[in-house]
């Protein structure tokens, strides 16, 4: 790619994922996403983190071969895990550099200013898209007319609650991998209840009562894998 120097490079997914193969094995991950369920957003995010975007660069590579755009957030609350920091700078594949741009497929970056709640697979280790189920682990924050701080989708969409837990869902680590398998994302996870791009923002979740939601059922999660591997050890 060091010879395009203006013009859009648009990756589809299947070039998007032969292009960090070839570049960056390491960073090798499934470009076509799966429905999560809230217990395997839970599970599956080592840091959940409620904060605010403060940077966003996008740069080239060492070798000019590949653009990644860096977003730092500043960190208001964690929900989950451990931070070293009061920020936090997570790589997204693609963007803008100069007039090229790398446009990944189904790729959202978190904007300049926006603030949400976070689902991160694994802070330390670079991927397409650092969040758990990419747009399904990405919560923005905003205020209705009476100030209220009500939460929405990366879409934009009023988030009205979370549905109880089914309890074959809460059977520990490895419950995803004995269960039926999701379908293709559209950018919810299953068990969370939305509403439509049309309604009124006073018909979101409070942020406070979806943080408190999202606690317990941690709690839940956190007590079947303890269960899980007590049973395990026991065999």
Same mark, same amino acid.
């Given at each position: 790619?060091?010879?395009?120097?203006?013009?859009?490079?648009?990756?589809?997914?299947?070039?998007?994922?032969?292009?960090?193969?070839?570049?960056?094995?390491?960073?090798?991950?499934?470009?076509?996403?799966?429905?999560?369920?809230?217990?395997?957003?839970?599970?599956?995010?080592?840091?959940?983190?409620?904060?605010?975007?403060?940077?966003?660069?996008?740069?080239?590579?060492?070798?000019?071969?590949?653009?990644?755009?860096?977003?730092?957030?500043?960190?208001?609350?964690?929900?989950?895990?451990?931070? @070293?920091?009061?920020? +936090?700078?997570?790589?997204?594949?693609?963007?803008?550099? #100069?007039?090229?741009?790398? !446009? &990944? =497929?189904?790729?959202?970056?978190?904007?300049?200013?926006?603030?949400?709640?976070?689902?991160?697979?694994?802070?330390?280790?670079?991927?397409?898209?650092?969040?758990?189920?990419?747009?399904?682990?990405?919560?923005?924050?905003?205020?209705?007319?009476?100030?209220?701080?009500?939460?929405?989708?990366?879409?934009?969409? @009023?988030?009205?609650? +979370?549905?109880?837990?089914?309890?074959?869902?809460?059977? #520990?680590?490895?419950?995803? !991998? &004995? =269960?039926?398998?999701?379908?293709?994302?559209?950018?919810?996870?299953?068990?969370?209840?939305?509403?439509?791009?049309?309604?009124?923002?006073?018909?979101?979740?409070?942020?406070?009562?979806?943080?408190?939601?999202?606690?317990?059922?941690?709690?839940?999660?956190?007590?079947?894998?303890?269960?899980?591997?007590?049973?395990?050890?026991?065999?």
């Amino acid at each position: 790619m060091t010879s395009v120097n203006t013009g859009i490079l648009r990756v589809k997914t299947w070039a998007a994922l032969m292009l960090i193969f070839l570049c960056l094995p390491q960073w090798l991950h499934a470009t076509s996403v799966l429905q999560v369920d809230m217990e395997q957003l839970l599970n599956d995010a080592a840091v959940i983190f409620e904060g605010e975007v403060i940077a966003s660069d996008a740069k080239w590579n060492a070798d000019n071969t590949y653009i990644s755009t860096w977003v730092t957030f500043r960190v208001d609350d964690v929900l989950k895990g451990e931070l @070293p920091s009061a920020t +936090i700078t997570q790589s997204f594949a693609g963007g803008t550099v #100069g007039d090229t741009t790398l !446009e &990944v =497929s189904g790729m959202v970056y978190p904007q300049l200013g926006e603030t949400g709640i976070y689902f991160i697979e694994n802070p330390d280790r670079p991927q397409v898209n650092p969040m758990v189920g990419w747009s399904q682990g990405h919560f923005k924050v905003k205020m209705d007319e009476q100030g209220t701080q009500r939460m929405f989708t990366e879409s934009d969409v @009023p988030i009205q609650g +979370i549905d109880d837990a089914a309890p074959a869902s809460l059977q #520990g680590e490895n419950a995803q !991998e &004995v =269960s039926v398998a999701l379908p293709l994302s559209e950018g919810v996870a299953q068990g969370l209840r939305v509403g439509s791009s049309h309604d009124a923002a006073d018909t979101a979740i409070d942020k406070q009562d979806f943080k408190s939601a999202l606690r317990a059922r941690l709690s839940l999660v956190e007590a079947a894998n303890d269960k899980s591997k007590k049973a395990a050890a026991a065999q």
